[in-house]
């Protein structure tokens, strides 16, 4: 009987904790902007809903030149809203080629992890080609980040800068709430 109960608590102890834990991600717009258009420009940079469960998201960034891209590097920020956006947790550059080539430390590879996969940022520089992320379904978002980082409930800006050789090319901003 004891242990029936027990297991009853037990169970009811991780309902309750994920109900705690558990929050849900959705993305409620996105924002692509390039800097030089005699650059790069963005092809397309949208959120589509397809019904109540099915929402991806799809960016695309065109080179106007071929040339080899060998020096690739991506800033990553996060900002939280509270009176408008503020700093919140993180802000790194990260060396894109280094990373691509060797790796990098845990949370650069779930960050990669995110958008990999439907993406053709998946191999080694140098880049010739754009630079494409087609249907990303938010609920691959949602079963990556949901009790794996640690954010409070709330409305954040992915900030994400793309540099090549060090100038500026595009930043593309994803509004993600945690409901
Ligand atoms: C949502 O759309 C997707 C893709 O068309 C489909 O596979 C899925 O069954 C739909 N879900 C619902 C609840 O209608
Ligand atoms: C990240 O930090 C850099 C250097 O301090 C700063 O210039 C940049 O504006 C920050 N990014 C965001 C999105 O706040
Ligand atoms: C990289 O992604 C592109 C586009 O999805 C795909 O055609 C290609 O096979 C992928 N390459 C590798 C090495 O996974
Ligand atoms: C990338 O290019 C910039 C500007 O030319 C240079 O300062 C930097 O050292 C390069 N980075 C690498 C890893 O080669």
Known sequence: MSRILFIFYGFLAILCLCALVRARVDFTNIKCEAVD?????????????VNRTYK????????LSKEPK???????????RANGYKPFLYNVTVDGCKFLRTGGNTLLRFLHGLFH??????????YTHDIEVNMLPISHIDNLMTNVLPFPRGDYQLVTSWYTYNA???????FV???
């Open 37 to 49: 258009p005699t650059y790069n420009s963005i092809r397309y940079c949208y959120i589509r809903a």
């Open 56 to 63: 991806y998201l799809s960016a695309a960034n065109h080179f």
């Open 70 to 80: 060998n020096n690739i590097s991506v800033g990553v920020a996060t900002l939280k």
């Open 117 to 126: 996969k439907y993406s053709n940022v998946n191999h080694t520089c140098p």
């Open 168 to 174: 500026l090319r595009a930043v593309v901003r994803v």
């Open 177 to 179: 709430t945690l409901s």
